[in-house]
């Protein structure tokens, strides 16, 4: 192990973080630098990124880490109540208001605060905010004497805080002042390379907590994984692999598992998160519709990558029967190279001879409807197709409900 990655490895332990794209050691690097200081943090990323865990880390290497850690989400809290939560009142300054109460900053004195999606805050509780972090200090909800804090504030937004301040929703002064260190959290479709080593983590930790033998994943369903946009970031990873842990255990879990769990219920959504939307290409709808329908088969040929071992298994007693098979091609190449999908043959390892592609998009949307119910629907969702094409193609093959 070089200097660089033992650098890495120590910093993913310290904090609690995994990853080995450049952009997670950036990260890393930057807490490390950050931590020990008590300069104001805003920390940016998608929902269901890690911005709370990278807060964390903040705060568990301070100087602070023996004091309160307080976590509140801006947008969970109405506005109505947001600064009474913030700030505390005094009794009887509202209708019910029935005695003192502290707010979330006095609760967090001598430690951090981290205030969750910061960009929903009304513009008047951002200028008690302002004041916070320049004097220290606040007024209670229905006080007259200014309380003294010393808090570190840690702020996050799922929102591009620049675009908030030009729409003129969040102050200008507020954010240049919680912005004197910016941290970026990728989203997980920035950093696929660590699907897998996370994927794994999720699922040791599960069945360690639920005492679940688990026998891990196959290559295919890391490849599945990969291909798969997670619009939920790490937040929905794990939820999808706790789900496959306990649902699939004693079971290596294969692509058409992760299929299954991720497209097989109404709750999931698919992989392309704007299927219904027009996105121009620049191709005419024939050949956009080929090369979709592509994407599709080489789906089918990572399944018969799986193949491959039973069919070599297997293949002496099939010489036996006095049958002879081709050698399976299951390389991908690219669109352009296959050209015309009328022009594209696959081997099947069922039969012996070779299938043209048109045998193969229909075998594959028989099976989809059939799984399906005949929703069309929820089958176009499933192969990432617009629901007037799978409609078209089914007129086109002559599929009927009951066909086999």
Same mark, same amino acid.
């Given at each position: 192990?070089?200097?660089?990655?033992?650098?890495?490895?120590?910093?993913?332990?310290?904090?609690?973080?995994?990853?080995?794209?450049?952009?997670?050691?950036?990260?890393?690097?930057?807490?490390?630098?950050?931590?020990?200081?008590?300069?104001?943090?805003?920390?940016?990323?998608?929902?269901?990124?890690?911005?709370?865990?990278?807060?964390?880390?903040?705060?568990?290497?301070?100087?602070?880490?023996?004091?309160?850690?307080?976590?509140?989400?801006?947008?969970?809290?109405?506005?109505?109540?947001?600064?009474?939560?913030?700030?505390?009142?005094?009794?009887?300054?509202?209708?019910?208001?029935?005695?003192?109460?502290?707010?979330?900053?006095?609760?967090?004195?001598?430690?951090?605060?981290?205030?969750?999606?910061?960009?929903?805050?009304?513009?008047?509780?951002?200028?008690?905010?302002?004041?916070?972090?320049?004097?220290?200090?606040?007024? !209670?909800?229905?006080?007259?004497?200014?309380?003294?804090?010393?808090? $570190?504030?840690?702020?996050?937004?799922?929102?591009?805080?620049?675009?908030?301040?030009? @729409?003129?929703?969040?102050?200008?002064?507020?954010?240049?002042?919680?912005?004197?260190?910016?941290?970026?959290?990728?989203?997980?479709?920035?950093?696929?390379?660590?699907?897998?080593?996370?994927?794994?983590?999720?699922?040791?930790?599960?069945?360690?907590?639920?005492?679940?033998?688990?026998?891990?994943?196959?290559?295919?369903?890391?490849?599945?994984?990969?291909?798969?946009?997670?619009?939920?970031?790490? $937040?929905?990873?794990?939820?999808?692999?706790?789900?496959?842990?306990?649902?699939?255990?004693?079971?290596?879990?294969?692509?058409?598992?992760?299929?299954?769990?991720?497209?097989?219920?109404?709750?999931?959504?698919?992989?392309?998160?704007?299927?219904?939307?027009?996105?121009?290409?620049? @191709?005419?709808?024939?050949?956009?519709?080929?090369?979709?329908?592509?994407?599709?088969?080489?789906?089918?040929?990572?399944?018969?990558?799986?193949?491959?071992?039973?069919?070599?298994?297997?293949?002496?007693?099939?010489?036996?029967?006095?049958?002879?098979?081709?050698?399976?091609?299951?390389?991908?190449?690219?669109?352009?190279?296959?050209?015309?999908?009328?022009?594209?043959?696959?081997?099947?390892?069922?039969?012996?001879?070779?299938?043209?592609?048109?045998?193969?998009?229909?075998?594959?949307?028989?099976?989809?409807?059939?799984?399906?119910?005949?929703?069309?629907?929820?089958?176009?969702?499933?192969?990432?197709?617009?629901?007037?094409?799978?409609?078209? @193609?089914?007129?086109?093959?002559?599929?009927? !409900?009951?066909?086999?």
């Amino acid at each position: 192990m070089d200097q660089e990655q033992e650098r890495l490895s120590h910093l993913q332990k310290k904090f609690g973080i995994i990853g080995q794209t450049e952009s997670v050691r950036s990260m890393l690097e930057t807490i490390d630098q950050v931590a020990p200081t008590d300069i104001s943090v805003l920390i940016s990323g998608d929902s269901g990124t890690g911005k709370e865990l990278v807060a964390s880390a903040l705060h568990n290497h301070s100087k602070r880490a023996r004091k309160p850690f307080v976590i509140v989400n801006c947008g969970a809290i109405p506005a109505g109540i947001i600064e009474s939560e913030l700030f505390g009142h005094k009794k009887g300054s509202f209708t019910g208001a029935n005695e003192d109460r502290k707010g979330y900053f006095q609760t967090a004195d001598g430690g951090t605060i981290f205030l969750d999606e910061i960009g929903e805050t009304p513009l008047e509780t951002q200028v008690k905010l302002l004041r916070v972090l320049e004097q220290g200090e606040f007024m !209670p909800v229905g006080g007259s004497k200014p309380i003294k804090v010393d808090v $570190r504030i840690i702020a996050a937004s799922n929102r591009k805080m620049a675009d908030e301040v030009a @729409k003129e929703t969040f102050r200008m002064d507020l954010y240049y002042r919680l912005k004197a260190i910016t941290i970026n959290v990728p989203s997980l479709h920035e950093r696929k390379e660590d699907i897998s080593e996370l994927a794994n983590l999720f699922a040791r930790q599960c069945a360690l907590r639920n005492d679940i033998f688990f026998k891990g994943f196959s290559e295919s369903a890391y490849q599945e994984m990969k291909d798969y946009n997670w619009p939920g970031n790490i $937040r929905e990873l794990k939820n999808f692999v706790e789900s496959v842990v306990v649902l699939e255990k004693g079971a290596v879990v294969k692509s058409e598992m992760v299929r299954r769990h991720l497209f097989g219920s109404d709750h999931r959504i698919s992989s392309s998160m704007n299927y219904n939307l027009p996105v121009p290409t620049g @191709k005419d709808v024939g050949q956009a519709e080929r090369e979709l329908m592509l994407q599709q088969l080489y789906h089918v040929r990572r399944e018969l990558s799986e193949l491959r071992g039973i069919i070599e298994e297997n293949l002496y007693r099939v010489e036996q029967s006095g049958m002879r098979m081709k050698n399976l091609d299951i390389s991908s190449p690219s669109i352009h190279e296959l050209g015309n999908m009328e022009d594209v043959q696959i081997i099947n390892p069922y039969t012996v001879g070779e299938i043209t592609a048109s045998q193969v998009e229909k075998e594959l949307l028989v099976k989809t409807l059939r799984r399906y119910g005949f929703n069309k629907r929820k089958t176009a969702k499933s192969l990432d197709m617009a629901e007037r094409t799978l409609y078209r @193609k089914i007129k086109e093959y002559g599929i009927k !409900p009951n066909e086999n």
